[in-house]
């Protein structure tokens, strides 16, 4: 696609329930981020996918979360028991890896946001 | 998706002004630096990058400059105008993370006035 498309774009849910959050990267980017942002921080590292290596998973707050991505391409999220510190608003990125700059421009979707009643 | 909350450190210009958005990074080891833009319900966009070998690089309007001796970025934007609101950012990586992982800022609030 021309850009990462996120779905959905708000989801608000009750404390406790599951949620599943989805990115569509852009098409041939081989690495696919997620990044957490809430009110008043900065954006924090999450997961990252990469071709078909072991996603790095260092960034997850907890065996809550979890994330795959099947086919190399669209990746889910999902948060389960959620609690209210979940709400925030979950970007996706993708990059094209292997530019040849060394580089890693991320491109990011325009984001789910989370809010936990 | 909504841009960062309300206690953002916040610049506030006139058009037409010059801008200076100044960042600290934290890791010495860091050795190539993004400065992304955040526009009100949107992601994060990409404006300019600058490796460690350099210590300045201009793009349209917009100027990166790094102090690595005190570990220092700064984004100037020339002639500030009202589209230039949003949230900046600025981002590091390293060969230490093969330049996978890009640890951001905490970010500052641009407010340009007509």
């Known amino acids: 696609g021309a850009g990462v498309s996120q779905s959905p774009s708000n989801k608000v849910t009750e404390k406790g329930k599951d949620v599943e959050l989805r990115c569509d990267p852009i098409?041939?980017?081989?690495?696919l981020y997620w990044y957490r942002q809430s009110l008043g921080q900065g954006l924090e590292f999450l997961i990252y996918?990469?071709?078909?290596?072991?996603?790095?998973k260092s960034g997850l707050p907890s065996d809550r979360f979890s994330a795959e991505r099947t086919g190399g391409s669209v990746s889910t999220l999902t948060i389960q028991r959620t609690q209210q510190e979940d709400s925030a608003v979950y970007l996706c990125?993708?990059?094209?890896?292997?530019?040849?700059?060394?580089?890693?421009?991320?491109?990011f979707g325009a984001g789910s946001r989370l809010t936990v009643l | 998706g909504e841009s960062v909350g309300l206690h953002l450190p916040t610049l506030s210009v006139q058009e037409g002004d010059n801008s200076i958005i100044n960042c600290a990074y934290s890791n010495s080891a860091s050795d190539y630096f993004i400065w992304y833009k955040q526009e009100s319900g949107k992601g994060p966009q990409f404006i300019i990058d600058?490796?460690?070998?350099?210590d300045k690089r201009q793009g349209q309007r917009v100027t990166v400059l790094l102090n690595k001796t005190v570990k220092h970025l700064s984004l100037q934007i020339a002639a500030t105008q009202p589209g230039d609101s949003a949230v900046y950012f600025c981002?590091?990586?390293?060969?230490?993370?093969?330049?996978?992982?890009?640890?951001f800022g905490t970010g500052t609030r641009l407010l340009v006035s007509p």
């Open positions: 990125a993708s990059s094209l890896v292997g530019s040849g700059t060394g580089a890693n421009v991320l491109t």
């Open positions: 098409s041939g980017h081989t690495a």
């Open positions: 996918f990469q071709g078909n290596s072991a996603p790095d």
């Open positions: 600058i490796r460690s070998n350099m």
């Open positions: 981002a590091e990586t390293g060969l230490n993370t093969g330049f996978q992982k890009l640890v």
